[in-house]
């Protein structure tokens, strides 16, 4: 997850209806309840779009099941609450639960350093732990953003799990000391999938349904590790292209992090397992529900697999997930007996946000009224002394750059954005819409603070503009090769006013020049390193891997 930078009705099929009708009688939700609910859904309920499953249950028992849209808009195939989903990162707490079931038999220890099971990652000084793994703080590199750049595209080509274990033990360096930092990192998850199988000589595959999924009569889940394999049932998975939709498909035989298959029931099972635990126990599902303290005092949101938040007043333990089209997130209210499930073939749906709602309509008054948006109440500070808060600024731990410049006489996030900066004290501006202030530190901004409402400020500094000319772009282009990146190579050319860098036939990367030798595209910080005046490569940047390094080839 990166952090936040101030700132990535139709009418149903008859069949589908039938099926819907016969599951929603298993619960005793009132009408008026579920008329709430479909109400949320009201968008995904077409037969020519994708759309989403939706289970309920209070206290263990289901309470409503339902499918809205479509699972195969090219076979004319409706979602029903039996239909399959590929559920991205829900399926890192299955992984997690392996691991503590292993840890509880006596196999491994929590503690351990991963180099017990994974010799061939490197020794970078500091053990990394199961735990850093299980907590997403081992500072450890994420494996779709060094495929992804080393590949320069993502969807096309198959990933497999041998694809991961090459490029992840090249790496050179951290992101950051293990402890340190929450940064999320799939990397984690596939590696503890890996440690799953040369434990227990079982893959986790095999392991979770022998230790997990049979015992809890999840007949309709796997770790799906073959990516050519018939799953009847399956849904497929589409984006948004101009008016229409194209398909979205995870090409994965990787898992652990990722590569669930699963349906809203079989989730439901699991939930009320975390209640009243059948596989685990209470003490094993505390630990892995308890948010992580970080070795410079702060403490992260996330357990073992799990996010713990809260929402309206009550404590909410889940996880949500995004892979190609899918979108899911599964959602436990413990202490008021509600779980949601909300599973999507849409890359454009949110399903935190229709859970929520099922939540709302479910919960009612047991939730704490929904605070009002606040609207900063702004002092009156002079037009220059505003104006001299513009300009260009990083975070020199991150490299995340913003922003800041005049219009319409604010101070607005963002070349194109439309996040004002509200001055609320002399020093103090409030970024509209979010729970977070700029504080700025002298009369010069000559850096400020991001501080958000929870969580470690953000330390940015100014930095000077650099205008881009052709003749300065063209000091950049060259071949450069990042052995991190298994050898991959990009040719860097110079437009008259932007660099592009591609690697084999992709798409290239569009960067512009902010200030001297740092340039953003394609969501990631390009820094060129020097030496006596020289272009000597460059580092790649973004909220999930820092200073990936490439070296410029001579001429």
């Not at 229409?244 to 439901?268: E, Q």
Request: proline share 5%; with cysteine.
């Amino acid at each position: 997850m990166r952090h936040c930078l101030l700132i990535r009705a139709g009418v149903a099929l008859i069949a589908c209806a039938l099926t819907n009708t016969a599951h929603a009688q298993r619960g005793p939700a009132p009408d008026t309840v579920t008329r709430v609910v479909d109400k949320v859904f009201d968008a995904w309920r077409t037969t020519d779009s994708p759309g989403c499953a939706l289970g309920v249950s209070r206290n263990g028992h289901v309470v409503y099941e339902r499918g809205y849209g479509m699972a195969n808009l090219e076979t004319g195939t409706p979602i029903t609450p039996a239909s399959i989903f590929h559920v991205a990162s829900v399926s890192k707490q299955f992984t997690a639960m392996a691991i503590m079931l292993l840890a509880r038999d006596g196999k491994l220890s929590i503690d351990d350093d991963i180099r017990k099971y994974l010799p061939e990652i490197r020794d970078y000084g500091t053990p990394i732990t199961i735990r850093h793994l299980l907590t997403h703080t081992s500072g450890l590199r994420d494996q779709w953003e060094l495929l992804s750049l080393a590949r320069g595209r993502f969807e096309e080509d198959r990933i497999t799990e041998a694809d991961v274990m090459d490029i992840v033990p090249r790496q050179t360096a951290l992101n950051f000391t293990p402890g340190a930092e929450y940064v999320y990192s799939n990397t984690g998850f596939t590696l503890l999938g890996v440690i799953v199988k040369r434990v227990s000589g079982k893959s986790l595959r095999d392991f979770a349904d022998e230790r997990i999924f049979k015992p809890l009569g999840m007949t309709s889940t796997h770790f799906h590790d073959d990516y050519t394999m018939l799953v009847p049932g399956r849904t497929s998975a589409y984006a948004p292209r101009g008016g229409g939709w194209r398909v979205s498909i995870p090409n994965y035989d990787t898992y652990g992090a990722t590569s669930l298959f699963t349906t809203v029931g079989d989730l439901l099972k699991w939930e009320a397992n975390l209640d009243n635990p059948t596989v685990g126990d209470r003490a094993l599902i505390a630990r892995m529900e308890t948010p992580t303290p970080l070795t410079g005092g702060d403490t992260s949101n996330y357990g073992f697999g799990l996010s713990i938040d809260r929402y309206r007043g009550a404590r909410v333990v889940g996880h949500g997930g995004a892979d190609a089209g899918y979108r899911t997130d599964v959602a436990r209210y413990p202490e008021l007996g509600l779980a949601t499930v909300v599973l999507c073939n849409a890359a454009s749906a949110n399903p935190g946000l229709l859970g929520r709602r099922v939540a709302d309509a479910y919960l009612g008054s047991a939730l704490s009224a929904a605070p009002a948006e606040a609207t900063p109440q702004g002092v009156a500070l002079s037009a220059g002394r505003v104006q001299r808060r513009a300009g260009v600024y990083i975070e020199p731990r991150t490299m995340q750059i913003v922003e800041l410049v005049m219009r319409d006489g604010k101070l607005m996030v963002g070349r194109q954005g439309n996040i004002a900066l509200v001055p609320v004290s002399d020093d103090r501006m409030q970024i509209t819409g979010q729970p977070g202030n700029a504080v700025f530190k002298d009369s010069a901004a000559s850096a400020f603070d991001l501080v958000p409402a929870a969580g470690r400020p953000l330390h940015f500094e100014r930095r000077v503009p650099v205008a881009s000319t052709s003749q300065l772009l063209a000091t950049y282009a060259g071949e450069y090769v990042s052995d991190e990146l298994a050898g991959a190579v990009y040719h860097v050319t110079a437009t008259d006013s932007t660099l592009l860098l591609r690697t084999g036939t992709s798409n290239p990367i569009t960067a512009r020049l902010v200030f001297a030798d740092t340039f953003l595209g394609g969501g990631n910080t390009i820094q060129f390193t020097k030496a006596r005046g020289q272009i000597t490569g460059f580092d790649v940047t973004n909220g999930r891997v820092r200073h990936v390094k490439f070296v410029k080839r001579k001429s």
